[in-house]
């Protein structure tokens, strides 16, 4: 993301928006390998409270993260669907309520997170201003499972 | 890193691991030209390429050790121990900034230049010396002129070679013992086109490969399962079954490397030490063209090295020991490694002074390992497998005669965790064997299926020793409580229960009203049941490694994906009784039941059925399976009855004759018996019990009776395999390792008990 702060004039940027609770997230299209819809994890017993669990992906078994768990809300019932990504860590599932569209965006809406925002505030890239509401862009690479193990405080 | 010099560490290393094993062979033949020109030439091609790759340090070393080599094969001085151990040196240094350039681009200045230097001057000094001693042959024998010289000698190093070999066994040479180099073709290729049928293959493509594979077997599993109905499709997904099998081998294939790898460090280890301690020692070594799963290579590295490491140690002693008690100076230290099935087996064995288990005893009890009234009762095989618990590794002197058990725990830990096995033997006096079973591969193993909290997971088969099924009423009684610890009586000892729903996490009170499945497991040595809510059909699983994080869980070995798509944890025995403070007990130590089998051999195990109203018996270590078989499934020829048994037939003694009267829609109990080579069913009314029994002598006589013994109190017909399956047909290799099954649906059987740990 700071690759796009830093830009002078105006980028365009796709992102992804994803629908979690009553909230809008975005996640950087370039992070994201695959969007599989109607995933339903394997759960893992004895796990920590934020993997959903495990997803068998293309001849590998993947470990899944809940977005709910982690920004603290209460776990759905509801089928969800399945976000891949990727970072330097190797790929990794996130599951969402349901993912909503790519949106193509100007780096002029978008700005970053203000400091009176402490809570999981490393969780969060910066924020575009859409017409009618804010959507948080998420940091992918805070998003690892083992980044997630290490907050002392637990998400 | 330049392409250029990634391909010169990899030749300058494979060139290093030859130059390694030529000079330990040069020590014993110090008049090999062959081994002389082998050493030169690796030095030589090092030296060129650091010309222009431009690596000053390491050229300057190279071209010393050059000059020195130089001399050495112009018969100027002789391969004397120390001069092999200064040219060893020499390859360490080689080897050390070869390391760091790989690690960091280039020779660090900061590296060791003392060091280096320090080794220069030893590899003059050498050379000096013997420029003395040589006298006429040139008193100023100093570097320039070494290296004038090196020219030539390259020039009559070819001609060497001619004259002896004919061909460029060099060449050959590395592509047998090439240490990242992936076979393509099957077979070694002649030597001088191996350039052109070898290809240096990455790894990391390989486990890719493997991955595809293990994927594109699970679809062919579940094609399989949807197509069976469907006729037009037999042909097709019976190729497609065909051709994965196929190419699962041929990937697999391509992921082995000869032992040699890791046999090839030994001679030089054993060198060291052995002017270490003060030994003498020959090394002999067989087998080393076995392959075996690159990643299995490595894993048992370190357990080879702690194997070799003790039987120089502890096993062969000094010569002057040796020599005392009549044996000859030199010691014999034998690595072996052979194929036997799915397994290959590596031998250490050495004949030095052995174990003696009398201090063994002693020094178990000492520390409190055994109870003292155990220790006295315990077999000497017993009292071997002492060596393996994790509280001896720390007595380093167990007497003065033997202290073997350094570390022991850890071989085992680390062969166990690649789920292979290891053994011990020793005779006081006359030397010890350590033998490790490895798999040929890690990525498919068989595994129970069992369901806990609703969901599948994979138990690995090594662990399991038998099944015990336990229905809905016994539930009660059969699984007791010493506080909030379950425990079952397995034939009369107490059985420390896991309860998988509440290792898991769930809240479980209450285990009465429901059926149970007890599965004894053997947890590295430690022997426990766990308690699951139900089976399902074993599996070969495909392992899939697990993100770190789910690892740090410490249960889960992997995971893997069933024939039904279904995702199952792979449970780890071993961190299950950790996790559930399972202890190493004396009544669990490992090999305890099967030596108590093998040395009372009359005193069987046996299952007790009723046939036609009477009682009958079955050897148990010969029981396969207990299943309950739709009548309507019986076959006949020749008008005895038959059975499809997983593809094979399976002829079936029904003494009762209960098939015939059975309504065609009812069930039979057949229980199956299989010696590894010949199988047999038996038609049972119903399963009674599993009983000890010795053999009944005949009065007055005295002899024994064969095919009756007293069981339950009662005189007891026995089936054996001779009668019903007639004589003994050959034995194939794979079929001894049966895996213990159970039917999950069969409502009648009582006990179910299979493979023990084999009792040799």
Known sequence: MTKQQEGESAKLIQVCSVRVGEELYGIPLGDILEIVGGACPQAVPLAPDFIAGLVHYRGDVLTTVNL???????????????????????????????????????????????????????????????????????????????????????? | MDELIREFLIESQEGLDRMERCLTDLESRPDDADLLAEIFRTVHTIKGATGFLGFKGLETLAHTGENLLGMLRDGRITAEPHVITVLLDLLDGLRSILRTIEQQGGESCDGNPLQDEELIGRLNALQTASAGDAGGDGGMCAAPLA?????????????????????????????????????????????????????????????????????????RNQVLQATAADPRMTMLSRRLDMVTADLREGVMRARMQPVSNIFSKVPRMVRDLSQLLGRRVRLEMEGQETELDKSLLEAIKDPLTHAVRNALDHGIGTPAARLAQGKPEE?????????????????????????????????????????????????????????????????????????????????????????????????????????????????????????????????????????????????????????????????????????????????????????HFIAVLDGDGRRYGLVVDGLADPEEIVVKPLSPILKSVGLYSGA????????????????????????????????NKSDTRSEEASELEYLVVSVGGSQAALPLKEVLRIEQ??????????????????????????????????????????????????HAGIVADQVLDVAKGSELMEAGTGNTIPGLRLLRERVTSVFDLDMLAGPEAPRCEDGVAQSPACEPDGANEHTMATSWREAG
């Open chain 2, 147 to 219: 290296q004038a010289e090196s020219g030539r000698s390259q020039n009559k190093n070819g001609t060497n070679k001619s004259e002896g070999h004919g061909g460029g066994p060099v060449d050959a040479r590395s592509e047998e013992h090439g240490t990242e180099i992936a076979r393509i073709s099957g077979s070694p290729a002649p030597a001088g086109s191996a350039a052109e049928s070898t290809l240096r293959v990455d790894v990391k493509l390989l486990n890719r490969l493997m991955n595809l594979v293990g994927e594109l077997v699970l679809t």
């Open chain 2, 560 to 591: 893997t994906v069933l024939g039904s798509a279904e995702l199952a944890l792979i449970l780890d025995p071993g961190a299950m009784a950790t996790m559930a403070g399972i202890r190493v007990s004396e009544r669990n130590s490992p090999g």
């Open chain 2, 331 to 515: 010691g014999v230290l034998r690595l072996r490694a052979v194929q036997e099935g799915s397994h290959v087996v590596v031998e250490i064995s050495d004949d030095g002074a052995g174990i003696a288990v009398e201090s063994v005893r002693a020094r178990a009890v000492e520390r409190g390992l055994i109870a003292p009234e155990r220790a006295a009762a315990m077999s000497e095989r017993e009292l071997l497998q002492l060596i393996f618990l994790p509280g001896f590794s720390t007595a380093r002197q167990v007497t003065n005669v033997s202290g073997r058990g350094v570390g022991m725990d850890v071989v085992r830990t680390n062969v166990e965790k690649i789920g292979g096995k290891v053994e011990l033997d020793s005779q006081a006096g006359r030397g010890t064997t350590v033998r490790m079973r490895i798999p040929l591969t890690l990525a498919i193993i068989p595994a129970l299926i069992v369901r806990s909290r609703g969901q599948s997971f994979a138990l690995p088969q090594g662990a399991l020793s038998e099944l015990v099924h336990i229905s809905r009423e016994d539930a009660k009684q059969a699984i007791e409580w010493v506080e909030d610890a379950p425990v079952y009586r397995l034939r009369g000892d107490l059985l420390p229960l896991v309860l998988l729903d509440r290792l898991l996490g769930a809240c479980v009170e209450d285990v009465g009203g429901r059926e």
């Open chain 2, 629 to 678: 078989v739709p009548a309507a499934r019986m076959e006949y020829v020749d008008r005895k009855p038959v059975l499809n048994f997983g593809g094979r037939l399976l002829r079936v003694e029904d003494r009762a004759n209960r098939i015939p009267s059975a309504s065609s829609d009812a069930s039979v109990l057949v229980v199956v018996c299989s010696d590894g080579a010949r």
């Open chain 1, 68 to 155: 709910r768990r982690v920004l603290g809300m209460p776990p759905a019932c509801a089928v969800q669907d399945l976000l891949v990504l990727e970072d330097a860590g190797g790929p990794f599932g996130l599951v969402v309520d349901s993912v909503r569209a790519v949106l193509t965006l100007s780096s002029a809406d978008f700005e970053p997170i203000p400091a009176t925002v402490r809570k999981r505030k490393a969780l969060f890239a910066g924020a575009f201003k859409l017409r009618d509401r804010l959507m948080v862009v998420l940091e992918t690479e805070q998003l690892q499972p083992m980044r997630l193990a290490q907050w002392p405080e637990g998400v």
